[in-house]
């Protein structure tokens, strides 16, 4: 007979489990940190501890570890350990527990992962850098929130860990370049004290390139002009694009310093002087001591045991401070009856943000393009919403161009200065002043290069001529007299910027003699040619007149005959050139000059109207 199983016997349940569904047989599985890794990280329900890097704080030489591991809810958290504890598992763990770490409860279980985190080689190593800006030997260039490489190498750079509680709004990259060269760069172009601004940014990062010193543009105007716009525009550069992160001059004098320190090597914004608390006097004071000790480049040296001394490897700085106010420091030096010192005017320079005949910083729109307060206000409110559409990016592509190519540009940076001192008029003894158009030389330089680098789209002899109008109205900001030729010059872009003149192909096509002249073009651009006497009455007096043709020839502007005597002003036949209009039936004596900017051309009709 065969035997049954025999039954084990069950103990009583209570009737607990009486509708508990079969439990499915456990496997025996390796514990999930040992697992595979997904995309270099374990499973997201599992627990994990990974070195990510080593760190090396440049200013102090601490080095420490950072661990990332598994928070609750799927997070990810970091930790950074100092080396002498990051080898210590007991020290380890309790650091990542205390940062919620989810960890296995049994303390055998999380020593082990421990364990292996402290045992493998961290995937990256890094250096805290102490300062902002340059770091040539290691190929890049230290931002607040990151860091622009133009080369490769094993060690990775990061911004000093002092820039992370910034006294301002964020910076930040948004947007791409393709959609602001189409909205904020080309919208500048119609102002001169926008592409002003916006070559201030370009040039910040050239002055440790070419050895200058860091110095001060100050655009001061009436209320709603486009000031704080223009700073937007400039700004949107390295970054900021929105008005509440610009830093301002509601600050005390170190904060300014620490501000220029977080700015290295870049443009330092600081929005409206008129928040700059004291009275008169007491500003004027204030004002006079921040321009000497930026122009110095260097912060208030303390106790070295002081906790607010500044570390000495970011104490010095470089860059172009660009400020908003709505009075000019030279204004501020009256109302307290003084008078500037010229190192103030080597260091400082007033630029009005309206130029003569305009309303608002747009002082070279169209001739078609409507006018008034209402049509200006929506192009200036349409930048500002641009600026905050696209931010940051220039500056990446800037930097990245400078540094691959930094030897060549250390010199053609120089050459582009030289260029632009060279148009002005200035006397050799007047240092202050010297000084000043090398400064603005460098911003002329600044802005050729970044059209060099497509990402301006504007003319270079366009951008030439805005920066040398910022700086002639400088010059009378300051008091400074302009001399004979400067004043000719500024009267005659004037006349000509209101001559009625009709386009012909060439001089001879024309039917009958044009009163004044006529505008032709070639590969190059426009050409005028006007009556000699007609030059004559378009100046007060023809010394002035005179003056005029003597800076067109100095810029190789005047097409004069090869046999032409040397210029002088007791006459202007080394000037004039014979021409033929009417099939050759007419002849007459006229100037003849290349013009480099837009002319608005009326027809035919019109002229001879």
């Given at each position: 007979?065969?035997?049954?199983?025999?039954?084990?016997?069950?103990?009583?349940?209570?009737?607990?489990?009486?509708?508990?569904?079969?439990?499915?047989?456990?496997?025996?599985?390796?514990?999930?940190?040992?697992?595979?890794?997904?995309?270099?990280?374990?499973?997201?329900?599992?627990?994990?501890?990974?070195?990510?890097?080593?760190?090396?704080?440049?200013?102090?030489?601490?080095?420490?570890?950072?661990?990332?591991?598994?928070?609750?809810?799927?997070?990810?958290?970091?930790?950074?350990?100092?080396?002498?504890?990051?080898?210590?598992?007991?020290?380890?763990?309790?650091?990542?527990?205390?940062?919620?770490?989810?960890?296995?409860?049994?303390?055998?279980?999380?020593?082990?992962?421990?364990?292996?985190?402290?045992?493998?080689?961290?995937?990256?190593?890094?250096?805290?850098?102490?300062?902002?800006?340059?770091?040539?030997?290691?190929?890049?260039?230290?931002l607040l929130n990151r860091v622009i490489n133009f080369g490769s190498s094993e060690l990775k750079v990061c911004p000093p860990p002092w820039t992370?509680q910034l006294p301002f709004g964020p910076v930040s990259m948004v947007g791409t370049i393709e959609t602001w060269k189409e909205t904020v760069a080309?919208?500048?172009?119609?102002?001169?004290?926008?592409?002003?601004?916006?070559?201030?940014?370009?040039?910040?990062?050239?002055?440790?390139?070419?050895?200058?010193?860091?110095?001060?543009?100050?655009?001061?105007?009436?209320?709603?002009?486009?000031?704080?716009?223009?700073?937007?525009?400039?700004?949107?550069?390295?970054?900021?694009?929105?008005?509440?992160?610009?830093?301002?001059?509601?600050?005390?004098?170190?904060?300014?310093?620490?501000?220029?320190?977080?700015?290295?090597?870049?443009?330092?914004?600081?929005?409206?002087?008129?928040?700059?608390?004291?009275?008169?006097?007491?500003?004027?004071?204030?004002?006079?001591?921040?321009?000497?000790?930026?122009?110095?480049?260097?912060?208030?040296?303390?106790h070295s045991e002081s906790s607010f001394a500044t570390p000495r490897g970011s104490v010095t700085f470089r860059g172009i401070l660009l400020s908003?106010?709505?009075?000019?420091?030279?204004?501020?030096?009256?109302?307290?009856?003084?008078?500037?010192?010229?190192?103030?005017?080597?260091?400082?320079?007033?630029?009005?943000?309206?130029?003569?005949?305009?309303?608002?910083?747009?002082?070279?729109?169209?001739?078609?393009?409507?006018?008034?307060?209402?049509?200006?206000?929506?192009?200036?409110?349409?930048?500002?919403?641009?600026?905050?559409?696209?931010?940051?990016?220039?500056?990446?592509?800037?930097?990245?161009?400078?540094?691959?190519?930094?030897?060549?540009?250390?010199?053609?940076?120089?050459?582009?200065?030289?260029?632009?001192?060279?148009?002005?008029?200035?006397?050799?003894?007047?240092?202050?002043?010297?000084?000043?158009?090398?400064?603005?030389?460098?911003?002329?330089?600044?802005?050729?290069?970044?059209?060099?680098?497509?990402?301006?789209?504007?003319?270079?002899?366009?951008?030439?001529?805005?920066?040398?109008?910022?700086?002639?109205?400088?010059?009378?900001?300051?008091?400074?007299?302009?001399?004979?030729?400067?004043?000719?010059?500024?009267?005659?872009?004037?006349?000509?910027?209101?001559?009625?003149?009709?386009?012909?192909?060439?001089?001879?096509?024309?039917?009958?003699?044009?009163?004044?002249?006529?505008?032709?073009?070639?590969?190059?651009?426009?050409?005028?040619?006007?009556?000699?006497?007609?030059?004559?009455?378009?100046?007060?007096?023809?010394?002035?007149?005179?003056?005029?043709?003597?800076?067109?020839?100095?810029?190789?502007?005047?097409?004069?005959?090869?046999?032409?005597?040397?210029?002088?002003?007791?006459?202007?036949?080394?000037?004039?050139?014979?021409?033929?209009?009417?099939?050759?039936?007419?002849?007459?004596?006229?100037?003849?000059?290349?013009?480099?900017?837009?002319?608005?051309?009326?027809?035919?009709?019109?002229?001879?109207?």
């Amino acid at each position: 007979m065969q035997s049954r199983p025999t039954k084990a016997k069950r103990q009583p349940d209570n009737g607990r489990d009486r509708h508990r569904a079969p439990q499915p047989q456990r496997q025996s599985v390796a514990p999930p940190w040992r697992g595979p890794a997904v995309a270099g990280r374990p499973p997201s329900a599992a627990p994990f501890i990974s070195k990510i890097a080593n760190a090396e704080h440049e200013q102090t030489g601490d080095g420490f570890d950072i661990f990332e591991f598994r928070k609750p809810l799927g997070r990810v958290g970091t930790v950074s350990i100092a080396r002498d504890e990051a080898v210590i598992e007991t020290a380890v763990l309790k650091k990542i527990r205390q940062k919620n770490g989810v960890l296995p409860k049994s303390d055998a279980a999380a020593t082990q992962i421990v364990r292996a985190a402290i045992s493998s080689a961290p995937k990256e190593y890094r250096l805290l850098s102490q300062h902002t800006g340059w770091r040539l030997p290691d190929r890049c260039f230290v931002l607040l929130n990151r860091v622009i490489n133009f080369g490769s190498s094993e060690l990775k750079v990061c911004p000093p860990p002092w820039t992370e509680q910034l006294p301002f709004g964020p910076v930040s990259m948004v947007g791409t370049i393709e959609t602001w060269k189409e909205t904020v760069a080309a919208e500048a172009q119609y102002s001169t004290r926008l592409m002003l601004m916006i070559s201030c940014a370009f040039a910040a990062p050239l002055l440790r390139l070419v050895g200058r010193p860091p110095f001060i543009i100050n655009v001061f105007g009436r209320s709603k002009a486009g000031k704080t716009t223009g700073l937007l525009a400039a700004t949107s550069v390295i970054g900021i694009g929105q008005e509440e992160g610009l830093p301002n001059w509601n600050t005390t004098d170190a904060g300014l310093m620490e501000v220029a320190r977080l700015f290295n090597d870049s443009l330092v914004p600081a929005n409206e002087l008129a928040l700059m608390k004291g009275g008169k006097a007491d500003r004027r004071i204030r004002v006079k001591q921040l321009i000497y000790a930026f122009g110095e480049g260097r912060d208030t040296t303390r106790h070295s045991e002081s906790s607010f001394a500044t570390p000495r490897g970011s104490v010095t700085f470089r860059g172009i401070l660009l400020s908003t106010s709505e009075k000019s420091f030279q204004q501020q030096a009256n109302e307290a009856i003084e008078t500037r010192d010229d190192g103030e005017i080597a260091r400082a320079h007033d630029v009005p943000a309206i130029s003569k005949g305009s309303t608002t910083i747009f002082d070279r729109l169209p001739e078609h393009t409507p006018s008034g307060a209402r049509g200006a206000r929506k192009r200036l409110v349409a930048l500002r919403q641009a600026c905050a559409l696209s931010s940051g990016c220039a500056m990446v592509h800037f930097i990245k161009l400078v540094g691959k190519h930094q030897a060549e540009i250390a010199k053609q940076a120089p050459a582009l200065v030289q260029e632009f001192v060279s148009s002005l008029r200035i006397s050799d003894d007047d240092g202050p002043l010297m000084h000043a158009a090398s400064n603005f030389g460098i911003i002329f330089a600044g802005g050729a290069l970044a059209i060099k680098a497509e990402l301006l789209d504007w003319d270079r002899e366009l951008l030439r001529s805005a920066i040398a109008s910022c700086f002639e109205d400088f010059r009378n900001a300051c008091e400074r007299p302009e001399d004979s030729i400067t004043r000719a010059r500024r009267h005659l872009v004037d006349a000509v910027r209101k001559l009625k003149m009709p386009s012909v192909r060439s001089v001879a096509t024309l039917e009958s003699t044009p009163k004044v002249g006529v505008w032709t073009k070639d590969e190059k651009g426009w050409i005028a040619v006007i009556h000699s006497t007609r030059f004559d009455a378009m100046f007060p007096d023809q010394t002035m007149a005179r003056d005029a043709l003597i800076w067109l020839d100095e810029r190789g502007w005047l097409r004069k005959t090869k046999q032409a005597n040397a210029a002088t002003r007791d006459n202007k036949k080394w000037a004039e050139r014979t021409v033929k209009i009417d099939n050759g039936r007419n002849r007459f004596r006229a100037i003849i000059f290349r013009w480099p900017r837009k002319v608005e051309v009326p027809s035919k009709k019109a002229a001879s109207d």
